[in-house]
Each structure stands twice: as C-alpha cells, then as structure tokens.
C-alpha cells in the first residue's frame, strides 16, 4: 500500500493492544491503526496475523518512547489522531483483591506519558469501573490534573459503558476517559443503539417507527449470535485442529455482518481475503459423560452447581467474558459458559461472535490462549461506537476502503510463547 492511501484516513495509535479489540472497532469506525504496542508476544502474533499491514511493536509501554513509535510505524513526523488503549486492571478490579499499590496500576501513568509524547489530538482511556469507586478515585484525579497541565482537557463527567447497549451480546461494563487537546472540543459519549436506530440503518427512508422503538435498548441474543454455527461434535477434524470447511445455518441479522454477507454501511474497516466457508478457532473440548450429564440437566441462564459454570439463555445474552489469569500467575482459566442446546463449554469462535468478532479474525490455536485474547479485549463494536464519535467530532467523512486486505502467516497462530518471544525478542524464553 502506498503512503498516500494511508494519508487519507485519520490515525491511530493502540497501547496495549492484546491482540486488536480495540484497533479493529476503530479501523470500522475509519481510523488507519497504524501502530500498536503490546508486550505479550502470544498476542502480538496474532495481531499481525489480523494487521499485517500495520504495525505491532512488542515492547513494554514502561519501555517504549513516542520516538520509537513513530520510527518503527508508518507514522513518521504526522500528526496523530487518537491514542487509545486499556491498561491492565486488575488493580482496580471490583473481583478479588483491589489494592492500591498493585504494580499494574503505575501503567496508567505510562499510558499518559505517551499521551504527551506523542500529542494526538485525542485519546481514549479503558478501563474497570473500580478505577473511579473509593480509594481509586485518586488515580483519577491525578491522571486529570497532569494531562491539564499539560494542555489536555478531559471529560469529568466520565461515563461507564455496557458492551449490550452497542450491539453486542454480551453483559460487558467499562469505563472509558475520553481527552482532547485543549484547541479541540471533547467528543461526545456514543448514544445507546435502540430498536430504532437499527431499524432505521437497515430499512428504506420514511418507514414507521414506534415510540417505544425509540426507548428499548437494542441487542443480539445468544442465539442471535451462535444459531448459524454447526454442530462441532459433527467435525471430528476438529479434535486436532481449530479449523474446518463446514455448511452453515441460517444467519441473522447481527451474523450476517459478522460473516460479512452483508457489512454495515457504517462500517468502514478493510475486508479481509478469507474462505467464507471455513470455520476456525473451533478446537473441540472433551468433557467426560458427568460432566456432560450435568451440563445438560442445568437449566438455561442458571449456574451449574460444581463447576460453578454459566448456562446460556439462548433468549438471553452472555455473562462476561473473563479471560483468567497469565502463566506467572498460575495460568488460570476463567470460567468458560456452557454451550445453550449442548452439554459443553462454548467454543472460542462462540465466544468471539458473542465479543462482536467478525469471521475473519482469528485466535492462537490453543483454546486457552484464544479465550485470554477475547476476555482481556475491548469488544469491536464497543470501541466502533466511540471512535465513531472522535470521527465526528474530527470533522472528517469516512472511507470505506475498496479493496481487500490479505490476513499475515497461519504460523503466527502457532506460535509457542518461546517461539513467539524469539519472533519478536531475538531470545528464547
């Protein structure tokens, strides 16, 4: 791709990127992502295997300068949109432990030291609502008061996020710290998506809208989600590999966008060359005839009794996705949501289409690995809705690109951690 097809889309700068939750909702809102910083190599490879036309620097934000960023991206000397990124949480976390002098915690320090370096005209701070509840509160306050210093404004009137109220199928509550440079005006929080509003981008002009339309909250269910997918227990392939050619269901609405039969208008990312047949990230889980039995006797939206597992609604929507805990810390899988119609754990596929993950983007082959990547990420159309907003906000129209982008290497979704450390790091682990 030339300089110039770059130099027509606004651009954007992902900190703790994971592997691209939030760089693919705001490449569909009309930003080129044009670096990410990341410091897992895991989900670095498969961030290039999604954007291997932008790129992904594996490298600590403690460590890292603006400098860097720039000389190891296509962004050279021009002036940066947004920087957006979630530093990790679990500092603030209302689940578990909360404390004040947790390590992680610094890192929203280092996100605001890249913000001044490298001066954007915008930025999007993600994170727990426990950053703004208590003793946390002060965090807040001094991340306000060093960004006015240093000619940022910042909307105090903060707002915490349910993914279910933009489109996805999934219980999911954020806060997000929206900033400008002071020569700019704030953008405004994304307005719920109601019944309506998806009525109206998908019928003709002039059709009839009820009141109530206007006042319900629109969301996809679980079966509005993972209906269409096929059976996996009829793919025996898929005991060992992560992919197969299969015969899909009937789509809905909300999947039709995901398997980009029929991409939004507002949607402005770049299409992905990929066999619309092929369905991946669906390595099979083998539960023993209790554990099934189980599984299957425990009702819809209710917890199975010893895994403690959520059953899901196929009416209903999906509780958080959780994505457990790092190899140093034990490599704790969270709890995976049992299937609605059958006696076992959900795949990734399932739970990436219930994260607002199109078809195309695709997970480490591993199922651990792939469930960390969904639980730790921003889902896509929850970053679309406010990148859509600093769009506006910008001024700027929207280019829906023309052409289709090749996905990177499958061997990057293959990757061992001392494989993908020495991809990246020069040194195995």
Known sequence: MTKNKWEERPIGVDLFAGAGGMTLGFEQAGFDVLASVELDPIHCATHEFNFPFWSILCKSVTEITAKEIRNNSSIG?????????????????????????????????????????????????????????????????????????????????????????????QKRIRLFIIGCREDLSLPKYPEVFTQASI???????????????????????????????????????LWKKDWAIV??????????????????????????QYNLQMLTSSLRTMHNAQTAARFAETLPGKMEKVSRFFKLHPQGICNTLRAGTNGNRGAFTSARPIHPFK????????????????????????KWHGFRQIGNSVPPLLAKAIAAEIIRTLGVSPIKPNFRQKLGEERLLQLKMSQATKYYLGSSE
């Open 247 to 272: 015969e899909y269901g009937e789509a809905s609405d909300y999947v039709r966008q995901l398997r980009c039969i029929c991409p939004l208008e507002d949607d402005y990312s770049y299409q992905r």
């Open 199 to 237: 009525y109206q981008s998908n019928t003709e002009p002039g059709k009839f809208i009820s009141k109530d339309m206007y006042k319900l909250p629109f969301c996809p269910t679980v079966e509005d989600a993972i209906g269409d997918l096929p059976e996996v227990e009829n793919y025996p392939e």
């Open 343 to 366: 006696p076992r754990c959900i795949t990734v596929r399932e739970a990436a289409r219930l994260h607002s993950y199109p078809d195309w983007f695709r997970f480490h082959v591993t």
């Open 77 to 169: 000397e021009r002036d940066i949109d947004v920087v957006f990124g979630g530093p990790p949480c679990q500092g603030f976390s209302l689940i578990g432990k909360r404390t004040l002098d947790d390590p992680r915690n610094s890192l929203i320090f280092d996100f605001i030291r890249l913000v001044l370096e490298l001066k954007p005209k915008f930025f999007v701070l993600e994170n727990v609502p426990g950053l703004a509840i208590g003793e946390h509160r002060k965090f807040l306050v001094k991340i306000i008061n060093e960004l006015r210093k240093n000619c940022y404004e910042v909307e105090e009137k903060y707002q915490v996020l349910n993914a279910a109220h933009y489109g996805v199928p």
